[in-house]
């Protein structure tokens, strides 16, 4: 396995692969700085058993890979902290994570997938996409500013998107509130909330939250859904 440095800034990586194509290596790198990115905004902060849990590896792994990005400049890490993008770092976890949630747009807004098959199909094409196609996806797709689960596709000039909203759990019951996005994409969840009708855009209303953590009733066009507090939790509202 060649070591990280050999690669040099992210643009030269997809450079060094005949025809655009990427090495098992490259795309491992890729996957951990999409991680980390995700982990840093959207989850409870990046540790090495979250990362582990994020990409579905050993522990022991995550800490030989964080070795070589802290060398090679892309996070830093301190003992028994966190673990933070670098600048450098920021600039390839940008353009992964825009090249997948362009790839979600694509598949949902053009091919037709359901929003719970694409993640999956997206993580595969976003280390095949150039900038030539990145541009062309962008114009076909209307410039989206956000990927079909409500997450904001980071601006490629890496200013911060903003992130509006709070927990659907957290709404109060007789609140009429519109839903933003869902933090969760695991497909059984997301195919669940897609058949209640919870959706980026769709209005719904807030009718009873039982006490003790349990469930949280809403009611869309109509019909009444009890969902889990847990569940709730990964509903944000705008």
């Known amino acids: 396995m060649r070591p990280l440095r050999n690669f040099g800034p992210h643009r030269e990586v997809r450079r060094s ?16 700085m999409k991680a980390i990115y995700r982990l840093e905004r959207e989850g409870p902060g990046v540790t090495t058993s979250a990362l582990a849990t994020e990409l579905g590896v050993a522990p022991a792994s995550v800490s030989g890979m964080l070795k070589k990005l802290v060398n090679d400049g892309f996070v830093e890490h301190e003992v028994r902290g966190d673990i933070k993008l670098t600048r450098q770092g920021l600039e390839v ?9 362009l790839a979600e747009r694509l598949l949902t807004d053009i091919l037709g997938m359901p929003w719970d ?17 990145e541009e062309r996806l962008i114009t076909a797709l209307g410039d989206p500013k956000t ?30 509130v519109t839903v933003s996005g869902v933090t969760e994409q695991m ?7 897609g058949q209640v009708g919870v959706r980026p855009g769709v209005t719904l209303r807030v009718l009873d939250k039982a ?11 109509g019909d009444r859904h009890a969902i889990s507090l847990e569940l709730a939790r990964t509903v944000m509202i705008g």
């Open 93 to 101: 976890a940008v353009g992964v994570v825009r090249r997948n949630r």
């Open 17 to 32: 692969m005949p025809g655009h194509s990427h090495s098992h290596f490259a795309e491992s790198f890729e996957m951990y």
């Open 211 to 221: 006490p003790l953590g349990g469930p949280v009733t809403i009611e869309i066009d």
């Open 117 to 133: 098959e694409v993640y999956a199909e997206a993580c595969i094409l976003e280390h095949a996409i150039t900038p030539r196609v």
């Open 147 to 176: 990927c079909p689960h409500g997450h904001p596709i980071p601006p490629a000039d890496l200013t911060e998107p903003v992130r509006d909203g709070i927990p659907l759990a957290q709404v109060e019951p007789g609140t009429r």
């Open 187 to 193: 497909p059984e969840i997301l195919r669940y909330l």
